[in-house]
């Protein structure tokens, strides 16, 4: 074990076998140090532990299991995120782990400190902790590994890098048999992740998985996050009365215990459905209930103002239509939701009638639909893609209409593809 804690902290430093062992002993001896082939002398020892700013001499290596709990349950304390019990279980390993030297706790540490971090500050890993964690790999044991694609399945969901992410979580998923930890987590992620890449079949099963698993820990909050992703696929698959059934029970089901911003995209969800479904006053009414409840997600806010607008434009009350408008043009610019300002833009063309003038095609052409493709919002993307094809036929742009309405199939018919 002192090998792989050597070895460890040697390539931490960018020291080579060479540079490492120079005057201590052959670099032969050395790599054999290292692999834990051979036991070397006190002396040895010591002198590479003062040459890596670490203790070697009269350590304790031993497992100790108690340690291993308390760090689960600081893991367990990042995916329920409670900031307050994170830190105090981060503090108590610290304290722990100056007089345990195990390699295996160590590495389990910095896994799991990488995943406190993530969830306190919501941030990516820095290329540095990145390099860390994936230098730890070799010759770590399977729970290392199941962490450290889970962390690593998050790094690259945050960047929205949606298949590597994927590709992460399962792997992190194909070690869950080999491991002694009760864990749900991952297939939230991975409902989560395919939710984003248009993929609801796969979205719903892991959903499913998940709400099972959350059940058996009585974890409330993290069942509605699965239902609210389950009911979301069901509304973008154009299951609209599916989408409705799971949203209304899940009002029912947590009348009294939905938080106020859960609260609210189910508000919003349903307002959405309802638009589609042509029921203004009733979408008209729910999407006021979900924009009077206040949240710190601003394009949460810019969306539903544009629903807002949209309904009534739909409903025929233009007034009302162009207030929410200007209020939606106001969030948008303010926070700089492209998406909006783009959205709104357009339907105050259609509400103004100018939908088939110069300005907006090129605007349609060459900003709004660029900068959709850009974001990865592809059902947008393809949304405005068929409204251009739509207007150049009209137009009688006959050729460049074929163009812009085979762009748009082509993700119809392979979503995969055109996201990943």
């Not at 590479?48 to 893991?75: A, K, P, V």
């Amino acid at each position: 074990m002192k090998g792989s804690l050597i070895k460890q902290n040697r390539k931490l430093r960018d020291l080579t076998l060479e540079g490492l062992s120079k005057g201590i002993c052959s670099v032969s001896y050395l790599s054999k140090i290292e692999n834990n082939t051979i036991q070397a002398s006190e002396k040895i020892y010591r002198l590479l532990g003062e040459r890596l700013g670490i203790r070697l001499i009269d350590i304790n290596q031993e497992f100790d299991e108690e340690i291993h709990q308390t760090l689960l349950s600081w893991h367990e304390a990042s995916q329920l995120r409670d900031f307050t019990l994170m830190d105090h279980l981060k503090n108590k390993c610290e304290i722990a782990l100056q007089e345990n030297h195990n390699i295996d706790l160590l590495n389990l540490f910095k896994v799991i400190a990488a995943r406190h971090h993530m969830t306190k500050t919501n941030q990516l890993l820095d290329n540095g902790l990145y390099k860390e964690l994936e230098g730890l790999l070799v010759n770590s044991t399977n729970e290392y590994q199941f962490f450290y694609h889970k962390v690593i399945g998050l790094h690259y969901f945050l960047k929205f890098e949606l298949k590597t992410a994927s590709q992460h979580f399962l792997k992190s998923l194909s070690l869950l048999n080999q491991i002694s930890y009760n864990e749900t987590e991952i297939y939230f992620h991975l409902s989560l992740t395919y939710s984003h890449t248009r993929q609801f079949v796969e979205s719903n099963v892991y959903g499913k998985k998940a709400i099972e698993g959350y059940k058996k820990s009585l974890n409330y909050s993290k069942i509605v996050d699965s239902i609210m992703v389950i009911a979301i696929n069901y509304n973008r698959m154009n299951a609209h009365t599916i989408a409705e059934k799971y949203f209304l029970d899940l009002l029912k089901m947590a009348k009294y215990q939905l938080k106020p911003l859960e609260k609210r995209r189910v508000f919003h969800n349903l307002g959405a459905i309802y638009i589609h479904q042509e029921k203004y006053d009733l979408a008209f009414d729910y999407l006021k209930r979900a924009s009077s409840i206040e949240t710190d997600e601003n394009i949460l806010k810019s969306n539903t103002t544009y629903l807002l607008a949209l309904t009534c434009y739909y409903n025929g009350d233009i007034e009302k239509s162009k207030e929410f408008l200007a209020s939606g043009a106001v969030l948008a610019e303010k926070y700089n939701h492209i998406k909006y300002k783009h959205k709104l833009f357009t339907l105050k063309c259609r509400m103004n009638n100018t939908m088939h003038e110069d300005f907006f095609l090129q605007k349609l052409e060459n900003q709004i639909i660029p900068d959709l493709k850009q974001s990865n919002d592809f059902e947008d993307y393809r949304y405005f893609l068929e409204l251009l094809a739509k207007l150049c036929f009209e137009k009688r742009l006959y050729k460049k209409s074929a163009t812009y309405f085979k762009k748009a199939n082509s993700i119809n018919h392979s979503p995969k593809k055109d996201l990943l």
